[in-house]
């Protein structure tokens, strides 16, 4: 092995081991906190700083290639080239596990005609 190439690998060895240790030494602080301790490791909003995320001209047009095949104006059709029908069962089981644990009302109202 090259002599370069041997300490590139026994520096990034030891980064890691060093950021493994730091990320150990993190959890272990974190996991002493009582409530009172989290409460003063929060941050007001003020102290947080948001960068706004810019994404160029977002109006303009973009080519996109989609199949003969698809319809694109069913957006069904269109989003299942992204989800796999199996995640939709997947999706409702745990829709419907969520509103029985929260004791939702599932009953015909004048706001929800679901059912």
Same mark, same amino acid.
């Given at each position: ?40 490791? %929060?941050?007001? %909003? ?70």
């Amino acid at each position: 092995m090259d002599p370069i190439e041997e300490l590139c690998s026994q520096t990034e060895a030891l980064d890691i081991k060093v950021k493994k240790k730091v990320k150990a030494e993190e959890v272990v602080r974190l996991t002493k906190l009582g409530l009172k301790g989290v409460m003063e490791e %929060i941050k007001f %909003i003020i102290d947080v700083l948001f960068e706004s995320l810019l994404l160029g001209d977002y109006r303009e047009s973009k080519m996109v290639n989609i199949l003969s095949n698809i319809n694109p104006i069913d957006s069904l059709v269109l989003l299942d080239l992204f989800i796999p029908l199996e995640m939709y069962a997947i999706i409702a089981e745990n829709t419907n596990l969520y509103v029985i644990t929260k004791n939702a009302p599932i009953t015909r109202s004048s706001i929800n005609t679901r059912y």
